[in-house]
């Protein structure tokens, strides 16, 4: 199964960046960055795709407010109109607070949810621990060689300044 | 978040003064396995006997409400002080109290990130528990208020038998019902997904099996891929965005069921950001209270500087300011509008049998933090712990006089009458603060109190360009 993957570990945020920049440069795909923390300029030099996250949150939240309108509406309005007050039944505006309300939690609990699962984090999910302290204080760049020889990969690593570099998978 | 805390950094490289001015968020330049260390250390070691003081007399007081708790549902809510006229006291005030404290959590979580507030990072983490902790203790109250809790589950709108029977989606009560079950659950994904990296370094660290089980299955497998982080940054934003409004929403609802009834001192279009700044004021005080005990029972000075003190100081004074001139406001406009029994009530507040209730109210947040102008006061660690202690009483105060010095005198002076709590409402209250307390002790206990990771982006973002500054820039 295993994809032949090289591995670098920096000590830090700007030699990891420098690296990742050159290895892009010399036309290496990178299979990913491990990090102890988000690091802002790595979404462009890795070249990543903006996430569609957003996306769900508007849908998460259309779909609220046409629950909760909806509910309300039948509620209130078609199946139980309760004179309170001698107010109209279809009282729109007393509608408004549990329409936002719905709107706000199903758009968080959608983006929420379709984090997790496009994240593929959930109880169960085995940790690949690539190099240790990758949660602490190693910055872990993995190159894929993909047709160029690993070694290059290697050769490319060490000569920006990586501590620590390995080759894993592949016919080995 | 670390995308806009690193952001000035990145923007600026070349203004060394920048640094040079502002004072840093973390004393002591400590690397980055240094403050997983000094974060996560706690945690292994057994907890001070501090710890276990508190933590004894939190769960007393638990146990104290929880007795009380349970003789008033046994015996009935005729255990209370509550009479004819005055249908709400002590547990609505609670209630109403309880919520204003879990405004300061998403506040500072998700109002600040959007104004790039650096300095939230060491506090948001517990501002955020603390704001969980003390909805919880706040959902308690409308659910004894009701007698019969069992049946609490009758303020949603299921399909039922009886017939065609809704709740009413007209009444402010229930707006409260999905305002705070809203909140809870936000405010909880929102707690919840910050840990997650955190737990992972945990997990990591862990010596023993339970330990790194347990860490294991809340971290989800974790592993620091930049692919995850940056979509993590982005959930992290957008549940800010979502966040912020739904703060505002929730305090203005609340107060929704004072102002959309017609009993004079309640029916004004002032009470939602009334009620909103009063909420704040209050969560900061909580937070501060909670952060000064915090950072000595848990050696948590370098992170949680005199900084942050400062800086939740002078939104305390901020806040403060707003809440009293609300107060003087709401005595403008009844005096304006020459509603005779709205001047009444106004007049009744201020000189009536409850004078006691309101100048207390004014004098802890309205005066007092008016002490906090001074640098020298507001940086004083002694002068802070009174100050926020002192708010917290004004805050709950202020709740207090709003409910029982409005109900107490009716348009029919033949129902007019006094209110005064029973042993059993006290107890309750203090059960109350024994939850909420006992949660929070166990909070700092198991989790880590300050987001390691949040902190690893500010210090890792400004050291590395400090060092490599040709590198990042090449």
Known sequence: MLKERVLGCFADEASLLAAVRFARERGFAIDDVYAPYPIHALDEAMGLRRTRLPYVTLLGGLAGMIAAIALQVWGAVIDWPLDVGGKPANSALAFLPITFELTVLLAGLSSAGAFLWRSRLHPTAPVRHLAPGVTDDTFVLVLDPAGAHAEAARHLLVETGAQHVRIDGGQS | MAVHLALPFREMPDDPVDFGLRPPLVAGNPSLHDISEEVARPLDARPTLGWFACFAVAVTALLAGAAAVTYEIATGIGTWGLNRTVGWAFDITNFVFWVGIGHAGTLIS????????????????????????????????????????????????YPNSRGPLWVNFRSPLLWDVFAISTYFTISLVFWYVGMIPDLAILRDRAKGRIKRT????????????????????????????????LVVSVHSIVSMDFATSVIPGWHTTLFPPYFVAGAVFSGFGMVMTLLLLTRKVMNLERYITLLHLEAMAKILLLTGTMVGFCYLTEFFVAWYSGN?????????????????????????????????????????????????????????????????????????PSSWSMYRPTIIEVATLTGSFGLFFTLFLLFIRFLPVIAMWEIKGVVGGAQSISEHEEGAHA
Request: charged share 10%; net charge positive.
């Open chain 2, 340 to 412: 005779p029994f709205e001047r009444y009530a106004f007049v009744n507040r201020a000189t009536g049998p409850y004078a006691w209730a309101y100048w207390t109210m004014m004098s802890c947040n309205l005066f007092v933090p008016q002490l906090l102008w001074s640098k020298r006061l507001r940086t004083s660690l002694p002068v802070l712990f009174v100050v926020s202690l002192l708010v917290n009483v004004g805050m709950w105060f202020e709740r207090f006089v709003i409910i029982v010095t409005s109900l107490h005198r009716d348009f029919l």
């Open chain 2, 214 to 245: 347990l860490y294991g299955l809340f971290s989800l497998g974790w592993n620091g891929s930049h692919r995850t982080w940056s979509r993590y940054e982005m959930l992290s934003l957008l549940l800010a965005g979502l966040a912020a409004p």
């Open chain 2, 110 to 157: 998700a109002i600040l990130l959007l104004f790039r507030q650096k300095w939230r990072t060491s506090i948001a983490r517990s501002a955020e528990a603390m704001t969980i902790f003390a909805v919880m203790c706040a959902g308690l109250f409308p659910a004894i208020h009701m007698g019969r809790p069992w049946f609490a589950f009758w303020v949603m709108p």
